[in-house]
């Protein structure tokens, strides 16, 4: 099978997935509350009027299928529908696309800190095995998966922020600087894009804090993942046939056992990027970080069941890219898989 046939395939097995999704996000969302509240003001929600013209409007008044169905229809059109008060009425696809790069900025990030941290301990802890620094690396994969982001994101941002003054406390940029001309709303890439290197590094320290807090138990699974593949990788056949035709041993780990270790830590690699979207909730929370993490817990206590929907529609969509990603991956990782 041909990896463009292969692409397409797995596309449109993202159509039932979406169908499903929404169908259980639809229900669950219904049991909150009244949908129709999210769209009414204070000073608007005691007016009996309003509330019908509302329910009527968005067919609130139709059995729950048929609603269901209606929600089917809009999204066929890519309609998700509108938020609630707490932003304007708008769109929901114009709000996701306004938080949703904040929030990719963030991942893309932490996911190169998990990368460039976990996969070379994971080596070292490997190669030094029940040696001090393998102990030392062990400790860390530990905390790492124990620790809970809300205090680790707290107590560095009183260390490294308040009393260090090392790095921003919050948010994406100081009020003084202009943020660069909007192309793919990352402020990191927008500022490389643009030349100003200037704000590109400031945005890139206002980030490294939040995306570190994020990316910390992703940092430390790939830290153990490559570790055990390392070592399994290491007691194959061609690991010694390698070195008994004299290579070196720099060679031999680097050359022979990395690539192949690398197949299911790019598995984890890849399942978690999705994991840092959808769980971006605290960190963003706590950095006060305008993504689609705070856009979905503004959502949720507003009953918005328009922008649950498209949040959890959005998170789906990034988890099944992201495994077509990693399936690709391994064809140029292991040519020993093929498409099937």
Not at 119 to 129: C, E, T
Request: hydrophobic share 50%; charged share 15%; proline share 5%.
């Amino acid at each position: 099978m041909r990896l463009r046939d292969y692409i397409i395939r797995r596309l449109l097995l993202l159509i039932p997935v979406l169908i499903g999704i929404s169908f259980i996000t639809f229900f669950l969302s219904h049991m909150i509350g009244d949908p129709a509240a999210a769209w009414l003001s204070e000073k608007t929600a005691g007016q009996e009027n309003i509330v019908k013209e509302i329910r009527k409007a968005h067919h609130l008044d139709d059995p729950i299928i048929m609603q269901y169905y209606y929600y089917l229809v809009d999204l066929s059109k890519l309609d998700l529908g509108r938020t609630g008060r707490n932003e304007g009425g708008r769109p929901v696809a114009e709000a996701l696309a306004d938080y949703f790069p904040a929030t990719l900025e963030l991942a893309i990030i932490g996911m190169i800190l998990a990368l460039l941290i976990g996969i070379p301990l994971g080596i070292l802890s490997a190669i030094f095995k029940d040696k001090i620094i393998d102990h030392i690396v062990r400790v860390f994969a530990l905390i790492g998966v124990s620790m809970p982001i809300f205090w680790l994101g707290l107590i560095l941002k009183y260390w490294l922020s308040f009393k260090l003054n090392l790095l921003p406390l919050d948010g994406r940029l100081p009020y003084t600087v202009m943020p660069p001309p909007t192309v793919t709303g990352m402020y990191t890439v927008d500022a490389l894009l643009a030349g100003q290197w200037d704000t590109f590094f400031i945005a890139l320290k206002h980030a490294i804090l939040p995306s570190f807090c994020l990316a910390l138990i992703t940092m430390a699974i790939i830290t153990r993942m490559m570790r055990s593949s390392m070592l399994e990788t290491m007691t194959q056949d061609f690991i010694r046939t390698a070195r008994a035709k004299g290579l070196s041993e720099r060679v031999v780990i680097m050359k022979h056992a990395l690539r192949n270790a690398l197949t299911p830590t790019t598995t984890v690699a890849g399942l978690s990027f999705g994991g840092l979207l959808s769980g971006a909730v605290m960190t963003e929370t706590i950095f006060a970080w305008p993504g689609i993490g705070r856009f979905s817990v503004n959502a949720i206590g507003s009953t918005d069941f328009a922008s649950i929907m498209g949040f959890a529609l959005l998170i789906v969509i990034v988890y099944v890219f992201s495994n077509l990603v990693v399936d690709i991956l391994y064809v140029y990782l292991d040519p020993r898989v093929k498409y099937g």
